[in-house]
């Protein structure tokens, strides 16, 4: 197991590239298919890290995550112009995670050797299925070819580390063929994989499709077995469940998303970006048009609210239960040891918690219910 290694205690600095190819069938991320309002919104984005880089302290960065949207649509030069920012500005950790979210269609070797150059040390390739006519029902912009075309390009990279995305419970999808995408996946030898089940969220097409029962997706018995099917392909095939939702090599844990869950303070920059500082949390307007004037004319382009006491332990049992590491109990405090000991006794004896070390964490049978078991710990709210 990956032990405490990959834990990380220091600050984390997210850009939001709110841009796309394509509007992909189940997203409902901010991001615009037009590129109309790309340069005020990068000029923006280098004046808005500019104005808040004080909010971290001095503290050296350990990560920089380029997310959207699709920051490989952007130009090197674009990329190297946040990157040379934030260097300037932020002293940044020897081991620093530099990754860049990118869409395989936009991968060639002299993109990745330009990535390379101005920092880039891992990418997360957005593959979500190997078969085409499901990559045509997503709306992707990139074939299954391109994927694996991709993939080589990357592992051959010369990367520190790289990750692909792929999706199961999609429509009509039997295990079957969740296997076989596994398979295909393993055969890469890719060092980490993120694997999300499909979730319908309002104002998609996917969930236009849903409502109009022009679809349907697989039962929660399905969705339940495709993912102990994950967990089992991936044990066997030596990649850690760090997350529920992410498997990695020893070394290969993803050092920024792993800071999220551990409740770690972080920087967002960029239409729609969130930003935690431990006490509070902000939210930037998902609208590019506003967010830029907004930050332009230094009026409010955020909003932000102060945490209480219990919605921030809340937090940290809903994304520390997910975790290998649990969610150390002593600093969540007495009132949270009372209020629970009923409802930890009984999933104790359901086998779905145990306690290790002062840390309560899932079980393997508690991993299916990961959501429900943390919202019967929520301390409520005042
Ligand atoms: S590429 Fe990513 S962010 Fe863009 S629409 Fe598709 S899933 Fe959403």
């Not at 790289?162 to 055969?187: F, H, K, N, R, V």
């Not at 972080?266 to 930037?284: D, K, T």
């Amino acid at each position: 197991m990956g032990g405490n290694r990959d834990l990380c205690p220091v600050p984390g600095l997210y850009f939001h590239i709110p841009f796309c190819h394509k509007a992909c069938t189940y997203c409902d991320f901010h991001f615009s298919t037009s590129l109309r309002t790309k340069e005020p919104v990068l000029a923006a984005m280098r004046k808005e890290l500019t104005t808040r880089i004080g909010e971290l302290q001095g503290h050296a960065l350990a990560s920089i995550y380029f997310g959207g949207g699709t920051p490989s649509l952007l130009s090197p030069q674009e990329l190297g112009g946040l990157m040379n920012d934030a260097r300037l500005l932020s002293p940044l950790a020897l081991d620093a995670e530099i990754t860049l979210e990118a869409n395989p269609d936009d991968i060639t070797s002299e993109k990745l050797a330009a990535w390379r150059s101005i920092g880039i040390t891992r990418v997360s390739l957005g593959i979500q299925s190997f078969r085409e006519e499901r990559l045509r029902w997503m709306n992707r912009s990139h074939t299954a070819t391109q994927s694996h075309r991709a993939i080589e390009l990357v592992a051959n990279a010369g990367l520190r580390s790289w990750t692909i995305d792929l999706i199961y419970g999609l429509p009509g999808m039997a295990l079957a063929e969740w296997d076989e995408q596994l398979s295909i996946a393993l055969g890469h030898g890719m060092p980490h994989l993120s694997a999300y089940c499909l979730t319908v969220e309002k104002r998609t097409a996917l969930h236009k499709q849903v409502s109009t029962g022009r679809i349907s997706l697989p039962n929660d018995g399905q969705q339940a077995e495709q993912f102990q099917h994950l967990i089992q392909r991936m044990e066997q095939a030596g990649l850690v469940q760090y997350e529920i939702s992410n498997f990695g090599r020893e070394g290969h844990f993803a050092k920024h998303n792993t800071s999220y869950w551990q409740g770690v303070p972080y920087l967002g920059i960029g239409p729609s970006a969130h930003s935690f500082n431990g006490v509070q949390r902000r939210w930037n307007v998902a609208n590019n048009v506003r967010y830029a004037d907004g930050v332009e004319q230094g009026t409010m382009y955020w909003e932000e609210e102060t945490l209480t006491e219990n919605q921030r332990i809340n937090e940290r049992v809903l994304t520390g239960l997910r975790t290998l590491w649990g969610v150390e109990l002593a600093p969540l405090g007495e009132a949270f040891r009372k209020a629970n000991q009923a409802v930890i006794q009984r999933y104790l004896a359901l086998d779905e918690l145990e306690v290790r070390d002062g840390r309560l964490l899932l079980t393997q049978k508690g991993k299916n219910f990961a959501d429900r078991i943390a919202s019967d710990l929520f301390m409520p709210a005042p």
